[in-house]
């Protein structure tokens, strides 16, 4: 995706807080021998950017008329806002190998066994391959595991290019009996469909 920044001169929290206001993100470009270089973006551009193509993405930077590829090397957040707030832009070539923290994302979450808890071991997986072919995210299918196994990294296919870089027999997610005891259960709730518990993640998964 392409996107414009400009230069920023002058740094400082004082500078920092006056650009985020008038909704731009402060951040820094670097690499490999590159003297660090501070932009700000737009924040409704980089917010687009995170919304569909993750935080791992690869940017065509446009910084006075000369364009670069960088990645996203980090993603600095307002921890009660949850907005961006600073970013880390690391200048690389697309074919350029690199290692990065892919997200997990748990499908059918919903579909397991109501008195099961699905325990998370992992919320992403390290890996190398070349910066265009980075995937946005893992997707696992956790329907039809059973109480009492696990899904681990050596299960999970990857495209061709990418080498993982987690250890194979590493846990990723395991299913357990629910520690809900049948006594803890109000008599006027034994109709209701209860939700498998998950734990280790924060975050809705469907």
């Known amino acids: ?106 499908l059918n979450v919903d579909l397991l066994p109501a008195d099961s808890a699905l325990v998370r071991q992992l919320d992403e997986i390290e890996i190398e391959c070349a910066a265009n072919i980075i995937p946005r995210n893992i997707e696992i299918d956790v329907k039809g595991l059973k109480i009492g196994h696990a899904i681990h990294v050596s299960e999970i296919h990857f495209a061709q290019g990418i080498t993982v870089l987690e250890d194979n027999e590493a846990v990723i997610v395991s299913l357990s009996q629910s520690r809900v005891e049948a006594e803890d259960v109000e008599e006027d709730e034994e109709d209701e469909e209860v939700e498998p518990v998950l734990i280790g993640s924060e975050e809705d998964e469907k």
Not at 43 to 64: F, M, P, T
Not at 88 to 95: F, H, V
């Open 1 to 106: 995706m392409k996107i414009s920044c400009i230069p920023r001169d002058i740094t400082g929290t004082r500078v920092s807080r006056r650009l985020r206001k008038e909704d731009f993100v402060p951040g820094v470009i670097y690499g490999k021998g590159k003297t660090p270089e501070n932009i700000s973006v737009s924040r409704k551009d980089i917010d687009k950017v995170i919304r569909y193509h993750g935080e791992n993405a690869i940017l065509e930077l446009s910084l006075n008329g000369k364009e670069m590829d960088v990645m996203i090397k980090e993603v600095q957040k307002d921890p009660i806002q949850g907005t961006v707030i600073h970013l880390d832009l690391y200048q690389i070539s697309k074919d350029q190998k690199v290692q990065v923290y892919v997200p997990i994302h748990l």
